[in-house]
T-cell receptor
Framework: SAVISQKPSRDICQRGTSLTIQCQVD?????MFWYRQQPGQSLTLIAT?????????ESGFVIDKFPISRPNLTFSTLTVSNMSPEDSSIYLC????????????FGSGTQLSVL | DQQVKQNSPSLSVQEGRISILNCDYT??????FLWYKKYPAEGPTFLIS?????DKNEDGRFTVFLNKSAKHLSLHIVPSQPGDSAVYFC?????????????FGTGTRLTIIP
């Protein structure tokens, strides 16, 4: 399995500001993903964080709003930029890859509230 | 377009009885299915999975059934325990799991009544 540390666990932010969420894995992983869960909604994939190159974004998500870094195989960040109340969600880091079986492992999530 | 649907947002079951959570999907390319459990303030944790070459997979108290012709899967928990109270998500992937995204349902909140 993989142990994933995600920080911060929660934050309350002002409209127009940005927040960077960190995801640290205890082992090297092939794939890292960022998901969002809006209140009462399903988990929606934002992007795949690619090591050493630009992230791959899903339809409806853009790099200017959700810049992602992945400098190595154990760490990634997601920034939520120029926040509005509609960005209030749980943001989840997840990983999969060789040695982890056909499973997706999740961090504990970041509960973001935007005022 | 919700390709994975969990039509019951909530379910209450007496402790010791069977809990049955249902999930329907529309994409015939889905090949691999997973169930996750989520407690408040925690990330989802993997429960059980099933490949489309099977129609049943069992792990302890948890059994997942897949009916490909009906594009339907279900999770059975027996006997249900108070610690099973959580939100359950089903998820689906194409054949290249790990290199393609998981599509999640909206979740079912299961409450086990002592």
């Amino acid at each position: 399995s993989a142990v994933i540390s995600q920080k911060p666990s929660r934050d309350i932010c002002q409209r127009g500001t940005s927040l960077t969420i960190q995801c640290q894995v205890d082992s090297q992983v092939t794939m890292m993903f960022w998901y969002r869960q809006q209140p009462g909604q399903s988990l929606t994939l934002i992007a795949t964080a690619n090591q050493g190159s630009e992230a791959t974004y899903e339809s409806g998500f853009v790099i200017d709003k959700f810049p992602i870094s992945r400098p190595n195989l154990t760490f990634s960040t997601l920034t939520v930029s120029n926040m509005s109340p509609e960005d209030s969600s749980i943001y989840l880091c997840s990983v999969s890859g060789q040695g982890l079986g056909e499973k997706l492992f999740f961090g504990s999530g970041t509960q973001l509230s935007v005022l | 377009d919700q390709q994975v649907k969990q039509n019951s947002p909530s379910l209450s079951v007496q402790e010791g009885r069977i809990s049955i959570l249902n999930c329907d999907y529309t994409n015939s390319m889905f090949d691999y299915f997973l169930w996750y459990k989520k407690y408040p303030a925690e990330g989802p944790t993997f429960l059980i999975s099933i490949s489309s070459i099977k129609d049943k997979n069992e792990d302890g108290r948890f059994t997942v059934f897949l009916n490909k012709s009906a594009k339907h899967l279900s999770l059975h928990i027996v006997p249900s325990q108070p610690g099973d109270s959580a939100v359950y998500f089903c998820a689906a992937s194409g054949p290249n799991f790990g290199n393609e995204k998981l599509t999640f349902g909206t979740g079912t909140r299961l409450t086990i009544i002592p």
